[in-house]
């Protein structure tokens, strides 16, 4: 049996097709559900790709381990255990903070963590930052943001474009000795949204000069957008989602004999709380994603389940006991009271303003230590989270369990030196938005 995990960066559930958006954003996706398990309430432990991934890939959490700067070596990618029991496997994806350098690719005998080569400007851009120092490079690299912000010129590919990491994931799974796994993550709905001209389908058609620059103003400063601008926003957001759902067609078109599960590893903000992207914040919007399974029959599933659950629920399939350390379920063998999640700055490092959720199938609890704020969300009254009922609800039960993940982070706490960032990858990622 070959599987196939399929993670798409920022993509909310809820502008899913087959999760009931009015938009036809993913047509592709939408015919893989219709025949397969459907899992309405998959919750990411976390609302950025950094902190989320470990329980994605390794049944953990983010903040466990001495935070999510990489990967503890107690925290087992699911490729290791598939590896040992003979499965070839391959990875292929271009975030920066899931590249070799933190620790994902252990475990896959193939791994691509490339991206597009950047245009000269910002090879220019790497040069001033290398090379340069004082009133000179602080000049020129003003002049670098404010080329980009306000002429909207695109200073290079900050990610993989969908179309060369499929082409890349079905050439290696052509040729790779069965069984195999084969990860894909796709990063085109993660903001700079430059979607290819024929996958704009709703709206105007926007070039990419005008995409770069809105994008500038958005990171800059949300609130000063018209309405129209943050429809334009949401419209380019749904043509990424569109191009990416083309992609994962042409998967599904070209591999047989496959296990497909299909997820994300966050949502987005779209203005839902008065701010755009994904800020750590525990909205719905974040953190609730689609979730689905093909094979073995097919059926839509309402109870509860956290990214955690995905490597667990991969090598029950296989057949693989799963390592010690994995804190997830089986999906077709659970009923988990809560999700647990949580962040805090310095790559989870710095406790003292740490940001936990507790989310159960009608409640989210979260706890803000940096402002000491509490907040209980009514999820079955309240689904647009409008309310803090905090002071007319018993919030006991959540606290406990804050508590013992709190004693959980803390016994599991790791003293490691963290990784050294490019000054070429750290640009990748101001770009792409990731501020702590």
Known sequence: MNFVLITIDSLRADHVGAYGYDRDTTPNIDELAADSHVFTNAVAHACATRPSFPSILTSTQGMLYGGFDKLSDRQIPVAEPLSEAGYTTGGFHSNPYLSASFGY?????????????????SKLRRYVSNNLSGPIHDFLSFVYDKTEEHAGVDVGSYYQDATSLTDEAIQWAESAPEPWFLWVHYMDPHHPYVPPKEFQVFGRTMSRRRGVKLRQRVLDDPSSLSDGEREE????YDSEIRYVDHEVGRLLAELDDVTWLLTADHGEELFDHGDFGHKNRFYEEHVHVPFVIDGNGSGVHEQLVGLDDVPVTILSLAGIDPPETYRGHDVFDSDRDAVLGGWSPDAGRDKSRARI???????KYVV???????????LTNDPDERTNVIDTHDA???????????????????NDDSVAISEGTEERLRKLGYKE
């Open 368 to 378: 803000d230590d940096a402002t000491g704020d509490r907040r209980i969300h009514d």
């Open 105 to 121: 690719d252990r475990g896959f005998d193939t791994f691509s963590d490339d991206q597009a080569d950047p245009t000269h400007l």
């Open 396 to 414: 006991s039960t959540y606290e406990s369990a804050v508590r013992a993940f709190r004693e959980e982070i803390e016994s599991t706490d790791e």
């Open 233 to 236: 926003i949401i419209n380019l």
């Open 357 to 363: 959720m507790y989310r159960s199938s009608d409640v």
